[in-house]
């Protein structure tokens, strides 16, 4: 990439213009609970914007947890994605065929996450086309007390969360059910401290995108 592109986008994400951005997604967040903006706004503004060779940048440790009743909510950002490079991050062919082989031996959400995501390409041409240079992805866990008369049964729902600057309500709701196919549902064995995969992931429609 020519010296003079580079520059002219590198200046377009000085950390004001990050700064800006990152509280407008942040925002987004309370879908699923009421954000600690301070900590993740924080946690965006470090890493700073990917560089314009960069598909992705890692965000640093940050971790929000929201209790509410029986239900515990745990959300931490993970990655920023350089919107500018989302149409050439698809995976496909003999990379895909590669990272088929590595995610049956990886059990790292993340990983996953960011592999759907390259997997799905009208997701990526939504992202591409935001009113943004970047998008910002996080994971949530969901703990669940599943209280009956004679017993307790604890779940645990596992998901992506996507915030793209985007407005139209038909690029919202797939970015709503992208996350949703991405559940993973998992259920505490009795007297252990493991889980199980679930044979259902799917959340009740009140525990999805529409707050705690």
């Known amino acids: 990439m020519p010296l003079k592109k580079r520059q002219s986008y590198i200046k377009t994400l000085d950390r004001l213009k990050v700064s ?8 987004d967040i309370e879908r699923i609970l009421p954000p600690d903006a301070d900590l993740f706004h924080e946690a ?3 890493a700073g914007a990917p560089e314009a060779t960069q598909s992705l940048r890692y965000l640093p440790f940050n971790r929000q947890v929201h209790a509410h009743g029986d ?26 065929r590669l990272s088929r082989l590595v995610y049956r031996v990886s059990s790292n959400a993340m990983d996953r996450y960011i592999r759907a995501v390259r ?4 997701l990526l041409r939504i992202m591409a086309t935001a ?5 910002i992805m996080g994971i949530v866990q969901r703990d669940e007390i599943e209280r009956r008369r004679f017993f307790t ?25 992208f996350e949703k196919r991405q559940t993973i549902g998992k259920v505490k064995i009795p007297l252990l401290p493991l ?3 679930s044979r259902s992931s799917a959340l009740e429609p009140d525990q999805h995108g529409d707050g705690p």
């Open 119 to 122: 997997l799905d390409r009208r």
């Open 195 to 197: 889980y199980r995969k």
């Open 153 to 177: 049964r604890r779940r645990r729902f596992l998901f992506p969360l996507l915030l793209v600057p985007i407005a139209d309500a038909v690029s919202r709701d797939y970015l709503i059910d």
């Open 131 to 135: 009113a943004g240079e970047f998008s």
């Open 20 to 27: 800006n951005l990152a509280g407008r997604l942040i925002r």
């Open 71 to 96: 239900v515990t909510t745990t959300l931490s950002l993970v990655v920023l994605f350089n919107n500018l490079r989302m149409e050439r991050f698809f995976l496909g062919g003999f990379r895909e």
């Open 44 to 46: 965006v503004t470090i």
